[in-house]
């Protein structure tokens, strides 16, 4: 008696990977956008959502946040000081002047080491954000 015939089984070829999801081993494409926008103030929750799986845009986002979050404080601040007679008022013009370009200095300078693969490090924000 023969053997009946048996067909070879079907190939098999993976499914293609999803569109949003980083290559095996790689980074996302969008890493450098996501950087950028982790120093963008509130924009900083839209890598912290997108980019779970990426370490460093995380900690990058964390820190933009709590950065944002300081900076509100500090402006917060300086208008409380705006009501203290003469000298308050001296100190909190001037401060009202300089401290919003010194905030875009920092942005810059935290944006271009995130960017380069670095990472910038400020004095009490920093190890606050390291808490999250």
């Known amino acids: 008696m023969s053997e009946p015939s ?5 190939s098999y070829t993976p499914p293609p990977p999803p569109t949003g999801a980083p290559p095996p ?5 969008n890493r450098t956008i996501m950087l950028v926008l982790a120093y963008l103030g509130v924009l900083a929750i839209i890598p912290l959502l997108v980019e779970k799986n990426d370490p460093e845009v995380q900690w990058h986002a964390k820190h933009g946040l709590v950065l944002f979050v300081a900076e509100i404080i500090l402006f917060i601040a300086i208008n409380i000081l705006h009501f203290i007679p003469v000298l308050g008022t001296i ?3 001037l401060l009202t002047v300089v401290l919003p370009l010194a905030i875009l200095v920092l942005h810059i300078v935290c944006i271009l080491k995130a960017v ?5 490090i400020i004095p009490g924000i920093s190890e606050f954000a390291d808490r999250f």
């Open 6 to 10: 048996v067909p070879p089984p079907p």
């Open 25 to 29: 081993g790689g980074v996302s494409p």
């Open 91 to 93: 100190i909190g013009c």
């Open 116 to 120: 380069n693969g670095q990472r910038f």
